[in-house]
């Protein structure tokens, strides 16, 4: 036995690994925490094959969860999602860290010594096989009790460390786990209950069904946009039955945004507490503010919405108009939208009901929950690229780490720039490509900007780079998250691709 598999050994035997094998049924804990700021219930059961569901209920809710094959989330708004990329790996590693089965001979992880900053520590370094994330686990060396883990993320490290364990039937459980984010925000989990299920599992994604959502079929599914002269779109949506300005509507936006004056004038209260994120590598802390009620043509959502809130009077000096927010995931998830940016025409349709004959999809690719698909680069690098609305009359953006690994910049002529976001400036090179290649057309000579590595939404290492407005102006796109699919309809060719 060489010296990686004795110091795995020492830890299995520590927190019991082998007796989880031998529970009939699940490990069952349950307790309450702190998410986002939010008190709430907490949940995870899971079993010795590497399998388990978390549930969170309180003024925000979130379930996740593994069933052997798929990693999965869910949330208040009756959407579930199969997980990929970055956000697969991260659920699969603090979970898997957490139960311990990152110990397992047949857990699909890597697992290497690292060097130890603290003595009587010792650290592993952990990766899912074929993943990208290398995360670190620092273990007790006096109980050889896991401690920490670290996982890296675009926007800072991800830390989950465990505590105050409790021996229970030939297992050691921590009845105390912290989560630390960006900006200060801590997420806890505190077990009060430990026992076991002999029932069968429930680990598998549930059903996705919007909740709350309503379509008017008497309002036209082609709603009031404008457009700004950089290219951004913008449309009107009614937050708990008040107009209170212009949103831009943007597939970039994970999480839905407001200004403190939209929100005030619409008296949404304030609650919880969370980070903004975008292009820098800043991660400012922000409030969420509630709504009930989002109307925007045809669609009502009546369920309860949490939008980060933002000062975004840097985005309206830049635009030159007022911005009361972004409208993102909260639309898309719910809803199958087209969206012309050049026309410009945006309509929203009932997913339930849409005609879709004579539309070609392709399959679109939800990683941190913005759309992905794939394209190529001068003939040679193709991969995924993330569709941004809110990019406005920008060309391409190509994330850092695809740069440096493909050596992108070389060779290039060009203009030192900053990118200007909601984390921050990311520097960039200022230059073009040769040829690029999306559902169908070529572009050439395309504007592009080469960014540094820094930290931030442009420091993506799963994907190639950003598509904005001057490619996707392009097409007609017709986007359906639900069935993870598009559809891109050529504007000068008149056809799909």
Partial sequence: MNEIDVGRRRVREAIGLDRLRTVTGRVALSGFGEFYGTDVSCRLEYDGRGRFVTAIDGRIRRSTGFDG????????????????????????????????????????????FADSTTAGELAFSIRLKGGVRCARVVVDGATHRPRTLSVP????????????????????????????????????TVVTSIGTRRAPGVYARPASAPAHVRFDASIPSRIEVERAPTG???????????????FILDTGAAVSVISPEAADEAGLPVFGKTFGAGAGAATPSAVFRESTGFELGPIEISARLAYTQLDLSANAAALGRSVAGVVGWDLFCRAI????????RVEIFDGSSHDDAGLEWQTVFLHGRHPHVRARVEGAHEGLFRLDTGGGSAGLFFHSPAVERLRLSEGRTGQEVGLGGAGGTAKALMSHVESFELAGERFENLPAFFVARGFGAFDDPYSLGTIAGAVLGRFKMVLD????????ISRERGHHP
Avoid at 90 to 95: A, C, E, I, R, V
Avoid at 157 to 184: C, K, M, Q, Y
């Fill in 69 to 112: 094959e798929c990693a999965w989330d869910g949330d208040g708004s009756g959407v579930s999602r199969a997980l990929e990329m970055d956000e697969r790996e991260t659920l699969l590693l603090s979970n898997w860290f957490r139960t311990g089965w990152w110990l397992a001979d047949e857990c699909p992880v890597d697992v290497a």
């Fill in 153 to 188: 993320s675009a926007f800072g490290e991800l830390v989950w460390t465990l505590d105050d364990w409790r021996e229970v039937d030939g297992l050691s459980i921590p009845r105390r786990v912290e989560h630390r984010l960006p900006a200060n925000v801590t997420q806890t």
């Fill in 232 to 246: 951004h779109l913008f449309v009107r949506p009614r937050i708990d039955g008040k107009d209170v300005g212009w």
């Fill in 337 to 344: 939208v087209s969206i012309d940016m050049t026309e410009p």
């Fill in 481 to 488: 998250y639900e069935r993870r699919r598009i559809a891109f």
